[in-house]
């Protein structure tokens, strides 16, 4: 049973930034991502690093320059930096770990089996 605990969500004028926290304990796998969800629209990928090494994350071309995943120190946690928030930002941003976040690209978020409780991301104009 994998726990999530995230944080840094909230609000932010556009053209600021947000930086979310996730650490995933009981995880034994060496992948983990961030999608997000607005209401009344699909899951969209934001995210995914190797955990197990080096390697280039992955990012959604909608945040691709402005968003960058990375680890932290403490074991399977993963920090996403959110520069330069434009109000299409907003929405819910779950952070997940599974392994085969880390097998396809683009990354499979609708097939994964373990995420957290998600936080709310608005940004306003």
């Known amino acids: 049973q994998v726990k999530f605990v995230e944080s840094g969500g909230g609000s932010v004028q556009a053209g600021g930034s947000l930086r979310l926290s996730c650490s995933a304990s009981?995880?034994?796998?060496?992948?983990m991502g961030w999608f997000r969800q607005a209401p009344g629209k699909e899951r969209e990928g934001v995210a995914v690093?190797?955990?197990?090494?080096?390697?280039?994350?992955w990012y959604g071309n909608s945040v691709k320059g402005r968003f960058k995943i990375s680890k932290d120190n403490a074991e399977h946690t993963v920090i996403l930096q959110m520069n330069s928030l434009k109000t299409e930002d907003t929405a819910s941003y779950y952070c997940?770990?599974?392994?085969?976040?880390?097998?396809?690209?683009?990354?499979?978020?609708?097939?994964?089996?373990?995420w957290g409780q998600g936080t709310s991301i608005t940004v306003y104009s």
């Open positions: 997940a770990a599974d392994t085969q976040l880390c097998t396809n690209t683009p990354p499979t978020f609708n097939a994964i089996n373990s």
């Open positions: 009981g995880y034994t796998g060496d992948c």
């Open positions: 690093i190797w955990t197990g090494g080096d390697g280039t994350p």
